[in-house]
């Protein structure tokens, strides 16, 4: 065992004991105090530092770009990042892959583990570059952008290294052959990598969506070409500098983890894909190029995370304040740009029952929205919790939702005092009748729908067939009636969505946690993979199997 | 724990022992005098009986169908099939999978094992039924067709088992909160099933080959369609009647398992692939079909054994008796109709070291033919080791062959005693060298090609090229002298081919061990996956997590 998986040793192990049982277990701290009271200064002061400079990953290029990456908070970033053709790339990932793959699993894994190490030792600076890129809340951005992230990067390590260490080593086989001398062969396998890896960002949560990909295929034995989306460079760009220095320190090629980045009017993605050398895509974002990916490229493995259309259906409560209060804040947090935010919220027109007593529809309706405009009717606290909007896609979407039904509760701009530029705006909430097509599609960004159903049956008949049809990652349902809660279990398991019930305190559906929750089902058209199973991780390698006749 | 989980408890616990220790192990008896006296004479009967009727294998059915299945051995063959539409079966698919799915693991690892049971009680029906739709001579008809496929399929079904019950029983997650409250779910994972599976089978070793992927589907709580070759029907219709059977006799829908054959003229596998309630498609057979499937089928995972170009590379030996030995029987058993069969043969024109001595190329050669001519000199021995060629275009290729290079032995027409229409030939042995194409492709049949080398090195970069380009399965290498071996091995795991070396004993390079020996690696055009590893297995189900708050 060498120093390095000797420094990482307890670490990988309390991971893999983690994977297995599932329970709680964190591997790196959550809370921004941990680290120490200089910390954030020093993570804002080496952000500041960034912008408007090159960025230089040490990677060979003909000179820096400059790139549509912007902030929702209006901050001018400027950073400009290495040139690299995807040919050069892919060449030197190539290249990469030789010594990489035939290192030893454990080896392998303690490099990943080594970066993780410094990526958690400085989670401010990436806090920043998440918050800036994305419009992530800065507690967000400093939790799912960094800890958590880094949680479900070593929860596909560990994946990754219990897999490839289920072959056992080299063994005797000896088939017994009767009277006569049995057969005798001496075996072994070997891992080897599937080939270049690609990772392809997401703008809204890079890092929590882009980790677990890219160091399963580390892990693996893949080069890793990391390629940003083209608004929300920064925290890849981050990742791929730190994982280039150790990858140097420890005497490994850099170029096994590779930055290359475009710009919406030159993109180069499908080029990159479609190069022969790929062996794995690990995608996450819309569904349409989503779907091509999973259309057009063949030769490789690609796992998907698309949109989907998230529900809440309510049958009843025993108290509907816990309810709301919950609600409130999961459908819009980070102004609902989380693949995992609930966008329709099911009320049957025959009101809710709460304890003994039947609330009438509209009162749960206003309760509902009452809750929701009260959460956010601060600006400060209201700012907290929306961050800002990334795209105008979903911006312009909040007047496209509006024109669908009746308007609840009408968005407005929500002032931020530290950043007078920042775009946020609280949900639009519009009601429409389960036989409207509005809500059966993904409207990322602050919109929700009320849905009025005929009856809890009529609503979850109607989040089955959206999810069924356009993909969910999470359904939210309250019901003290244990058949509704079969009923509902059983059209999840359907549809492949997964389901929370009664959710009043502080834990939301939105949250996913490592080595606890699998995220996404792969069973509906929201993607065809979970981050992290065994099905993540196990095509991810391949196996050579060695048999020799032993000398006579 | 049901009674029938019971009676497999302790085959299914010692499949999942070898899987994880890789030695030498079997579920079921290979030698045919293990089955008593009787047993021949009785399978050999109800084989017989079969001949010219309707085979019901208990499916609603407008009637029976003609088939083209035909027998290498000139057998009358004339059984007719339910005819059942892809619409129909479509749906009884997908009715029977809603309680199928919602099994315990066990349960339905158990209804695998009560079917596996059922065939190795009568393997000699089976035997007959491989012998004479695939022109396997009877006992590797009777191992490969019987006890070695079901050992495939209980293989794959205690992988599927295993990762399904890799997920924890329901449990209670409690994060810690500082000095707050905890926050608590009560959390549990259900497995779902992927859909409706298609097996499509392979003309050569239907059980062999497609077990493996039936009983996965079947344990992950896939509903499965089992499309035959349209000329070798009848051992899948002797699984799916059994298979029908036990879900009857034990209360689950027999549709869980169908049959749906169809013709050359009519062929219907691509509306059955095509149908979205699909999830999973297997398949074994020729690479332009399987290259369609992996370019078209988007929405189900499509798992394929397609071709091969296999290699013998001869550098060095201590005797050149056993080499050749052991080479005649892999290069000429069942008429190199199997995947793993070597093609190629190269000899460094140098020749080939022998002890200390260099025995030339042309005597190298001389020897090889020779021995494969002495082998297969007499008929009767001959028929036991050739079988008969199933196919015309198998048949076809000796000429096209021999058109290509120096004929180094001549294909002749043996006679076998028992059956005189039987298609049987010698393999014609062509000579080209290294820069010819005609080795360069798959000549499944009896062909064989002694390939020129202009060394050692050449001989190893040619095998590569060729895998890498049309793909392999298997690799032959003999070779006294280490360096040799390791630049052999490097260059197999560039290409993602299993190896052999120095094989000169009873154990052939064709063979691959259940429990043992991963067959394909997924890493060449020869496939896209493994039969069986955890990434063969891991994509057939999903899970969906269900967690609640506790209720106050």
Not at 102 to 130: G, H, Q, W, Y
Not at 150 to 167: G, P, W
Not at 421 to 450: C, H, K, L, Q, W
Request: aromatic content about 8%; charged content about 20%; glycine content about 8%.
């Amino acid at each position: 065992m060498t120093d390095l998986a000797e420094r990482h040793r307890e670490l990988l192990a309390q991971a893999l004991d983690a994977i297995d049982r599932r329970t709680f277990w964190a591997g790196y701290a959550e809370h921004p105090k941990a680290y120490g009271e200089e910390a954030p200064a020093v993570g804002q002061e080496r952000f500041e530092a960034l912008l408007g400079t090159d960025f230089d990953t040490g990677q060979a290029t003909s000179g820096y770009m400059e790139v549509a990456e912007r902030s929702p908070y209006g901050l001018e970033l400027g950073i400009r990042y290495p040139s690299v053709s995807v040919d050069d790339a892919v060449v030197a990932a190539s290249d990469a892959m030789a010594a990489w793959g035939r290192l030893s699993p454990s080896d392998r894994a303690s490099v990943c583990l080594e970066i993780l190490d410094r990526l958690a030792k400085d989670p401010f600076t990436m806090a920043n570059a998440v918050m800036h890129t994305t419009g992530q809340a800065f507690l967000m951005a400093f939790q799912a952008g960094g800890p958590h992230a880094l949680d479900r990067a070593l929860e596909a390590v560990a994946y990754t290294y219990r897999e490839e260490t289920r072959i056992p080593e080299p063994l005797r086989w000896v088939k017994p052959q009767g009277s006569r001398d049995p057969l005798v062969l001496d075996k072994r396998w070997i891992v080897r990598p599937r080939g270049v890896a690609v990772a392809i960002g997401v703008s809204t949560f890079p890092t929590w969506n882009g980790y677990p990909g890219i160091f399963a295929s580390l892990a693996a034995g893949n080069p890793v070409i990391v390629k940003p989306h083209p608004e929300t460079i920064l925290p890849f760009a981050l990742l791929v500098r730190t994982a280039r220095d150790v990858l140097s320190e420890f005497g490994y090629d850099p170029n096994v983890v590779q930055l290359v980045v475009d710009t919406p009017s030159a993109m180069v993605t499908k080029d990159l894909v479609m190069r022969p050398e790929v062996g794995i895509v690990d995608y996450t974002g819309g569904s349409a190029f989503g779907t091509w990916l999973e259309e057009n490229v063949h030769h490789a493995a690609v796992y998907t995370e698309k949109a989907g259309v998230n529900s809440v259906i309510l049958d009843s409560a025993a108290d509907l304040k816990g309810v709301f209060r919950n609600l409130s804040v999961s459908m819009t947090m980070y102004s609902g740009q989380m693949c995992t935010t609930p966008q329709n919220l099911f009320v049957p027109a025959g009101g809710v029952k709460v304890g003994d007593a039947m609330v009438p529809y509209e009162e749960v309706v206003a309760r509902f929205v009452g809750a929701v405009d009260g959460l956010l009717g601060d600006d400060a606290r209201a700012s907290g919790i929306l961050g800002a909007v990334k795209s105008e896609t979903s911006l312009a979407r909040i007047g496209a939702a509006a024109e669908t039904g009746r308007v609840l509760s009408e968005s407005r701009e929500v002032g931020n005092a530290d950043f007078p530029d920042a775009i946020v705006r609280t949900p639009v909430i519009v009601e429409v009748d389960t036989s409207s097509p509005a809500y059966a599609t993904e409207m990322f960004g602050p919109v929700i729908f009320v849905v009025k159903a005929e009856s809890t049956d009529d609503a979850i008949a109607s989040a089955k067939a959206v999810a069924k049809e356009h993909g969910a990652i999470t359904w939210l349902a309250y019901s003290t009636d244990e058949s509704v809660v079969d009923a509902i279990t059983d059209a999840a398991l359907e549809a492949g969505v997964s389901v929370a019930f009664n959710l009043t305190g502080g834990w939301f559906v939105n949250q996913s946690a490592a080595y606890s929750d699998f995220h996404v089902t792969g069973a509906n058209p929201a993607g065809n993979a979970s981050l992290t199973d065994p099905a993540f991780v196990a095509g991810r390698f391949r196996v050579v199997g060695v048999r020799s006749e032993p000398a006579a």
